[in-house]
């Protein structure tokens, strides 16, 4: 059963950044395409960015502006989400989740495979 870990949550100013991980354990790491996914209170959860096997593609949602970047260590068996110019609105549970489809971990939320059990990530204004 593959588990899924993240860390690197916790509170920062607006304008700051901070670096999420998502650990992977009990699986083949390049068997699975890695998205990082978001939820505010009362909203639904939603993709943030996720990346293919290999690393050589990734997606971004469009609130990400370019102030995201996803990356994977796939000899570490990471995936990293690098957030800088943060503001009150990114404030949310952030999740990391993995599939062997690339479409679906792009956002086919009802079939993804596994997901982590999330990190907070607050923005004080």
């Known amino acids: 059963q593959v588990q899924l870990v993240e860390s690197g949550g916790g509170e920062v100013q607006a304008g700051g950044s901070l670096s999420l991980s998502c650990a992977m354990s009990?699986?083949?790491?390049?068997?699975?395409?890695i998205g990082w996914f978001r939820q505010a209170p009362g909203k639904e959860r939603e993709l943030v960015a996720a990346?293919?096997?290999?690393?050589?593609?990734?997606i971004y949602a469009a609130f990400v502006k370019g102030r995201f970047a996803i990356s994977r260590d796939n000899a570490q068996k990471t995936v990293s989400l690098q957030m800088n110019s943060l503001n009150p609105e990114d404030t949310a549970v952030y999740y990391c989740?993995?599939?062997?489809?690339?479409?679906?971990?792009?956002?086919?939320?009802?079939?993804?495979?596994?997901w982590g059990q999330g990190t907070q990530v607050t923005v004080a204004s």
């Open positions: 989740a993995a599939d062997p489809n690339y479409r679906v971990v792009q956002g086919t939320i009802g079939q993804i495979s596994y």
């Open positions: 009990r699986g083949t790491f390049t068997s699975y395409c």
């Open positions: 990346v293919d096997w290999s690393g050589g593609n990734t």
